[in-house]
């Protein structure tokens, strides 16, 4: 147990770093004890280094220094650097975006024949949604008029026309708050610019102003977030639930394993369909086939649509490797240690880069073309299969840990499954039990592992009290890889972890739709990009009952935050009206008045607002509190309480 408690409450991550250790390779815990104490400046957000006059360094306790050599305060300092965090999470999301808007329009011209539309039905409403008419036009330019407007949301627009994917994803309530109080991005790359203008030496020195500019830069990351959602959905299908497996125990000594790590679902797509037709190739240098596997939220975007099993998450990447089963990691970009290159030295694993916007020095780049998409991964494939011919025979350590998940739960599976109880209404269920009080609310959980915390333990302890409490618990990108991971998309667990009335709402669904068994605790929505399900669906919510987003028992946590991409998801959060709890410290709390708006004073303006609560079982208190007392404002029961 003390193990564990240092690392990860993973049993196959502790078995892997066991090993790790014992073959004196270097992992991400040994990095992190090598810079602990970590520097106090930088935890607090005191450390200005935009300019050259600096690093300066303001003392937190209201000694000297207390400004800048520029003159910035604290909270200017602070500010400008949660400002740059959002905008590199925005620019993170949003490039992930327009590659799939290129990619769209490349397939709407017929330049990428190794691509088709998947989801005809969502092109259509996506279509709608934006305001183009579909009436009399062929499928390619209709998804040709999409993929303009996609590209058309990251240039400045009007101000009489928003970012339109933005102003079509939220309420018309939120819409017109965000428009009044000029909130409303004009466009994605529009307000990345202006974070990086506005925050160079010599330009805002508003803390409040910064932060206004910090949440529309958040609102552009939702655009982007959207965007790449849906345009996923239109080009390789919109999830529906499948059934897989989770953990290292998916990694097969027999077969040639490659994994797909990033979170760009373009080539690997084309991995997972390629991989089953090299499974001959495979077998003649004495495979049993081609084992294709995820990491990170790549790995959730092929295991919601095809079913392929994730291997691990985030933190714990390199573990995948110290098995000594892993013949090739295909990257795209994001979230990708560069000691991966080391490990990889010591365990014979192919590295393999494929975007222009992620290198990595003692890795293979192979440059992916839509156009030959096909023909390259068969490139990478076959660099595996000559990986595992020189692994052949050798022995190999995996860790017989893995876990049932059900996965793929995109806005339209969960209406479908709902609509077999109520086919006309089919969000009338879901409102019902939220009002008789068997859902006691909704909790979307995200976000990373970060190494500061024992992997996964702030996320399984906040999920079983939610369950218990009949919170109805929606997970995304490697936060839902941690929940997986330890049996919580499981169906077969619903019973035992779930309070009396969740179990007996997700029994229902499951009965509805002829499972024979019920819908899994948690419900897997998808990558990170997919946190945008779930305002897709507090949106949908929220119309049909003509309130805002700000008045639903809704919540969100990020128990264990660590990406920039991190901090922009819980700045729209907080925009559109939910409270988000992180559970590691930001580096705001140096600026006395950033924290209180950021936790306090921005619930006036948005409705929305952080809670920062390091201890998971007080963090989940809190939650709960905030679940019960908008149920109190709409007049409906509080456990124990009630109505108030």
């Known amino acids: 147990m003390a193990k564990l408690s240092k690392t990860s409450l993973d049993p196959a991550v502790v ?26 400046f930088g935890e607090t957000g005191l450390c200005c280094r935009h300019c050259l006059m600096g690093p300066c360094r303001i003392e937190p306790f209201g000694g000297e220094p207390k400004r800048g050599i520029c003159g910035a305060t604290a909270d200017v300092i602070v500010a400008r650097g949660l400002d740059r965090a959002i ?12 590659h799939l808007a290129h990619t769209l329009k490349m397939v709407a011209k017929k330049e990428a024949r190794d691509y088709s539309i998947k989801d005809k039905n969502k092109l259509y409403k996506v279509a ?25 949301d990251f240039n400045e627009k009007p101000t009489e026309a928003p970012t339109a994917w933005v102003a079509k994803t939220v309420t018309e309530k939120r819409r017109n708050l965000l428009t009044e109080q000029g909130l409303m991005p004009k466009g994605i790359d529009y307000e990345i610019s202006d974070i990086m203008h506005r925050t160079h030496m010599g330009c805002d020195a508003d803390p409040i102003n910064l932060l206004q500019a910090g949440i529309r830069a958040g609102l552009a990351d939702l655009a982007g977030c ?25 990694l097969k000594a027999d077969a040639v394993n490659v994994a797909v790590h990033g979170h760009n679902p373009v080539l690997s797509e084309i991995i997972v369909e390629v991989a089953e037709d090299m499974k001959g190739e495979a077998q003649a240098v004495g495979a049993k086939g081609v084992n294709v596997v995820g990491i990170c939220c790549t790995g959730n975007e092929v295991l919601m649509r095809h079913g392929i099993p994730s291997c691990t998450h985030s933190l714990s990447q390199e573990m995948a490797l110290i098995t000594g089963a892993l013949d090739a990691v295909v990257m795209d970009y994001q979230c990708i240690y560069p000691s991966l290159a080391t490990v990889a030295e010591c365990m014979g694993t192919k590295l393999i880069t494929t975007m222009e916007t992620m290198k990595l020095p003692g890795a293979i780049h192979i440059p992916f073309e839509e156009k030959r998409a096909k023909d390259i991964a068969r490139e990478i494939i076959r660099q595996a299969i000559q990986a595992f011919t020189q692994r052949r025979g050798k022995p190999v350590d995996i860790p017989q840990v893995k876990h049932r998940v059900v996965a793929g739960f995109s806005v339209e599976a969960i209406v479908n499954a709902l609509s077999k109880l109520n086919a006309e209404d089919p969000l009338k269920p879901l409102i019902d039990n939220i009002v008789s009080g068997n859902l006691r609310g909704v909790c979307l959980f995200c976000g990373c592992n970060n190494v500061k915390v024992p992997q996964d333990r702030n996320f399984t302890i906040m999920v079983r009290r939610m369950l218990k409490e009949n919170v109805l618990v929606i997970a995304s990108g490697c936060g839902a890889g941690a ?29 509805a739709n002829g499972l024979g068994e019920p819908l899994p605790p948690v419900l897997h929505i998808g990558s ?14 929220g119309n049909r009952l003509g ?30 009206g939910i409270p988000t709890h992180v559970g590691v410290p930001l580096p705001v709390v140096g600026g006395p008045l950033v924290t209180r708006v950021l936790t306090d004073r921005v619930k006036e303006l948005t409705g929305g607002y952080f809670i920062v609560e390091l201890d998971p079982e007080a963090a989940a208190q809190k939650l709960l509190t905030v679940i019960d007392e908008r149920r109190a404002a709409l007049g409906l029961s509080v456990p124990g309480g009630g109505r108030r």
Request: with cysteine; proline share 4%.
């Open 483 to 511: 929940l997986m991971r330890h049996g919580f998309m499981d169906p077969s667990r619903t019973k035992e972890v779930c309070g009396e009335g969740l179990k007996a709402v997700l029994t229902a669904i499951g009965e």
């Open 528 to 541: 990170c990009v997919d946190t945008s399900r779930a305002v897709a669906l507090a949106t949908a919510l």
């Open 15 to 40: 078995e892997m770093v066991e090993k790790a250790k014992s073959m004196e390779i270097k992992t991400v815990w040994d990095r992190y004890q090598a810079m602990v104490p970590q520097c106090g």
């Open 226 to 250: 959207t965007m790449g959602t849906e345009i996923s959905d239109i080009l390789f299908g919109t999830p529906q639930p499948v059934v897989s497996e989770a953990n290292l125990g998916v």
């Open 547 to 576: 309130v805002d987003i700000d008045q639903l028992p809704v919540v969100a946590s990020a128990p264990e935050a660590m990406a920039e991409k991190a901090v922009a998801i819980g700045t729209w959060a907080v925009a559109i």
């Open 87 to 98: 905008a590199a999470g925005a620019a993170a999301h949003s490039g992930h975006a327009r």
């Open 128 to 152: 709608e949604s934006l305001g183009i008419s579909t009436e009399g036009k062929s499928e390619d330019k209709i998804a040709l008029a999409v993929a303009d407007a996609a590209l058309s």
